[in-house]
């Protein structure tokens, strides 16, 4: 078990986030995650960090070599790749949390006729309650691109109060040449580049 911790370099990061409306609610205790583990052809050992902000309410997940792609010069194992994480998210006695909302990010190149799709699902260890959220592209697209996804407060699955359930986050990037020109190439990254984080998850904090 690897314990995950704020990087100097990406301190200048968490300045920016902004606070949710309940910050009475917000754990003044310093809130870690341990990553359990890391499958995936999306997360090869090495290539994702977990870096908790310094104000408790959100984490972000780094990755550095997740990239599905279709078309010329592409074997099919390529078309889609995945991520799942296995955290312990340790919150302070008296707290519980869930996800409220996450932004994820990388860049695309889709020709003409071809699509692709970002996927995340969370789920506690142990419940049936599953959070998933989809995005679609379609070529063409050649663009850096930026998701958010929201739940509402009344919908957001919390962890068990008083009971340490890892959280699992699912992840995914599919693209399908459909009816691209045979000698293009189509691609979705989600990664780490020019100093950015690219994936943010923000807690929704409760009292137990």
Known sequence: ?????????????????????????????????????????????GTAQVVVSADNTSFWVIYSDYLAQAGKGSPTTEIRKNCQ??????????????????????????????????????????????????????GPFDDNWSISHRTEFDQIVHAPCGEKKYLNVNSSLRVDKGTSDANSTSFLTMDYTRGEARTLHHFSWKRC
Request: aromatic share 10%; charged share 10%; net charge positive.
């Open 85 to 138: 994480l296995t955290l312990q998210i340790n919150s302070p006695q008296g707290f519980t949390y869930g996800i409220a909302e996450a932004t994820y990010a990388g860049y695309g190149h889709l020709a003409r006729g071809a699509t692709g799709t970002q996927a995340v699902s969370y789920y506690f260890q142990g419940q049936s309650e599953t959070t998933t959220w989809k995005h679609n592209f379609t």
């Open 1 to 45: 078990m690897r314990k995950a911790t704020a990087a100097a370099a990406l301190a200048v990061l968490f300045s920016l986030s902004s606070t949710p409306a309940h910050a009475d609610t917000i754990p003044a205790e310093r809130v870690t995650v341990d990553v359990v583990t890391v499958n995936g052809s999306g997360c090869k050992q």
